[in-house]
């Protein structure tokens, strides 16, 4: 990999057990020629899991119950830049409609023939696949403006 084109990106959530290793991280990742950054994050599932520090842990995604309710809210879709492709083939908008407990419950999964079953990689070009992710992009804008938004783009994508 030194000597091609492709560069790896090493990331670091930000948790309890970890915030005061992030030098230590930092330069392992160096050390293997990856680039390295560390995010902030809200998903933590378990509080002893969240940094003492607030000023380590993204507030801004954190859930709140307006977010239930179907109001009117402006979403900028981050999918371009959070898109991934999943262990089992699939080109997903991000990393976090992925985990079960979203996934199932999102239209991604319930309209499966217009969302997630032409998003197989080994059916689908690159440019395919990001077509796709611009007519999900539109469709999450206009669920906002409709006050029918997933919660997870709510949380995640909400214009501030």
């Known amino acids: 990999m030194s000597k091609g084109p492709a560069r ?33 994050t809200m998903r933590f599932g378990n509080n002893k899991l969240m940094p003492q520090d607030k000023t380590l842990i993204n507030t801004q995604e954190r859930y709140k119950e307006e977010f239930s309710h179907n109001n009117p809210i402006e979403i900028n879709p981050k999918c371009l830049k959070s898109c991934v492709v ?19 419950k999102s239209e991604l999964y319930l309209e499966k023939k217009k969302w997630i079953d032409r998003l197989k990689i080994s059916d689908i070009t690159l440019d395919d696949a990001f077509g ?19 919660v997870l783009c709510k949380m995640k994508c909400r214009a501030c």
Not at 14 to 23: G, M
Not at 132 to 150: C, F, P, S, T
């Open 8 to 40: 790896l990106r090493c990331q670091t959530l930000i948790f309890d057990f970890n915030h005061t290793k992030l030098d230590e991280i930092q330069q392992w990742a160096e050390n293997k020629g990856m680039e390295w950054f560390s995010l902030q």
């Open 86 to 104: 999943t262990a089992d083939g699939y080109f997903m908008p991000c990393d976090w409609i992925r985990n079960p407990l979203t996934f199932y």
């Open 132 to 150: 796709i992710l611009e007519e999900w992009m539109e469709n999450v804008k206009q669920k906002g403006r409709a006050g029918q938004a997933e």
